[in-house]
């Protein structure tokens, strides 16, 4: 069960008051899919992982957070083109909004983080097209996540999470040459692997959970 609280919080923009549902607390059942999509009672939370201020517009996980976003990063060209992508639903746009403020202050771990989010949303609206350009854009972003990432666990986790979202991107080869030679000593991550390596052979692009790698 998932619990929700509103809170009221002040746009650390323009100073506006405003009203949001957030999340309390939540559980899951199931696998989660192979770039770490929570399985289905955690989905709808997705609603909650981006919040629009009514008054300026400004886009963030958490909008009331300190930040280096300057009013001018929302008046570029791409806040109304969105790159050309063909999002359909709100909630793709306000991820989008919020990778590309995130992209402007160089937090690049937050850039990956919304655009892949925006590929979720975008799946859930079976827009295939916008979310496969969204994977496309999240990778340099997480290529340099994983580059700055000192913690092992974290850096081998973030690296099969990548190897998903270069296969569902239908970038088949560079799987290949990334992981041909990947292993770890940890027997799952390397069955998720070895699962990936397989698809991305047959070229298969499909939303697989961790249990379907087994
Ligand atoms: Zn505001």
Same mark, same amino acid.
């Given at each position: ?66 930040? %280096?976003?300057?009013?001018? @990063?929302?008046?570029?060209? #791409? *806040?109304?083109?969105? =790159?050309?992508?063909?999002? $359909?639903?709100? /909630? ?16 690049? %771990?937050?850039?990956?983080? @919304?655009?892949?989010?925006? #590929? *979720?949303?975008?799946? =859930?609206?079976?827009?295939? $097209?916008?979310? /496969? ?82």
């Amino acid at each position: 069960m998932t619990t929700y609280f509103e809170v009221k919080k002040k746009c650390a923009l323009c100073g506006a008051e405003s009203t949001f549902e957030v999340i309390g607390s939540s559980s899951s059942f199931g696998s989660p899919d192979l770039d770490l999509r929570p399985p289905l009672l955690l989905r709808s939370a997705i609603d909650h992982a981006v919040e629009v201020c009514p008054k300026c517009g400004y886009t963030a996980g958490d909008i009331e957070e300190e930040t %280096k976003v300057k009013p001018e @990063m929302m008046k570029v060209p #791409a *806040w109304e083109t969105f =790159d050309g992508i063909p999002f $359909k639903d709100e /909630l793709s746009k306000n991820f989008y909004h919020a990778y590309l403020l995130a992209a402007a202050v160089d937090d690049q %771990k937050t850039a990956f983080t @919304m655009l892949l989010n925006a #590929a *979720w949303a975008s799946d =859930d609206e079976k827009n295939a $097209k916008a979310a /496969l350009a969204c994977r496309k854009k999240a990778i340099p972003f997480l290529n340099q996540v994983i580059e700055k990432e000192e913690e092992r666990e974290r850096r081998l986790t973030l690296e099969v999470v990548r190897a998903d979202v270069l296969r569902r991107a239908e970038m088949f080869e560079e799987v290949e040459k990334l992981y041909a030679n990947w292993s770890c000593g940890d027997k799952l991550l390397n069955q998720i692997i070895k699962f990936q390596r397989r698809m991305a052979k047959m070229k298969n692009s499909k939303c697989f959970t961790v249990q379907d790698a087994l």
